[in-house]
């Protein structure tokens, strides 16, 4: 376990060293959107009957926080290891591909989960929040972060270089984000995109987190919390097949 935790260590400082980078910055890219958004269209719009849209919006920015966080910092940590060469010593260490796992996918469920508390403290100096479970909003925010860390070591593995992740963040990550209901309610799209929404996992952790604030949600918070669990299960899985089979790794 100490190797576990050694691993564990070292990439919780990687991203902390850097802090206003890793975490101060993404709070203030998501307070520009609240600001942005509340100033140009909240007083024109009222989300579940009488909830205020600006408070409508900060769950969704929030689980937007965690889940591209985490993604980041599991990803960049390999692909960086990789290109360096440093990723030898890793792999030379006793460590056990569970191991491995856990110690890149805890930094990254650590990492999101500062970056979407700092962003619900400050942004309660602006809107008073309301929380009907906030145990339910915990759970989905641990779900969603160890769903997209795990993505970030697909990614991580996969990538021989920078422009490939960028491009898997890009074309991937950043438009299944944006379009899981961030910033709107799915009820309010037409039945056709309002399908290929529920065909889109992050959805599901969105809406997931939105009813721990409010009570309510597009979608049954149970089909949400079984949609989380088959999509850490699913990327979990073959996040440690490729670390057990030292998939592009010892290359």
Known sequence: MNAL?????????RFWKVALQTVAAPVISSLLYLL???????????????????????????????L???????????????????????????????????????ASVLRGLMVGGALLLVTGW?????????????LFAVLGASMLGSLGVIAGIWAEKFDQMAAFQNFIIVPATFLSGVFYSVTTLPPFWVAVSRLNPFFYLVDGMRFGFFGISDTSPWIC?????????VCGGAAWIWLKRGYKLRN
Do not use: C, R
């Open 68 to 106: 591209q966080n985490a993604f980041a910092n599991s990803s960049s940590s390999l692909i960086q290891s990789k290109i360096t060469g440093n990723l030898v010593f890793v792999l030379l260490s006793p460590l056990q591909p569970w191991q491995l796992y856990l110690g890149y996918v805890g």
């Open 5 to 13: 935790f050694t691993l564990l260590g070292k990439e919780v400082l």
């Open 126 to 138: 602006f809107v008073p929040l309301q929380w009907h479970d906030p145990l339910w909003s915990l």
């Open 225 to 233: 919390l079984a949609a989380a669990l088959l999509g850490n299960l």
């Open 36 to 66: 942005i958004f509340s100033h140009a269209i909240a007083g024109h719009i009222q989300v579940y009957g009488s909830i205020p849209y600006t408070s409508f919006l900060i769950p969704g920015l929030a689980m937007m926080s965690v």
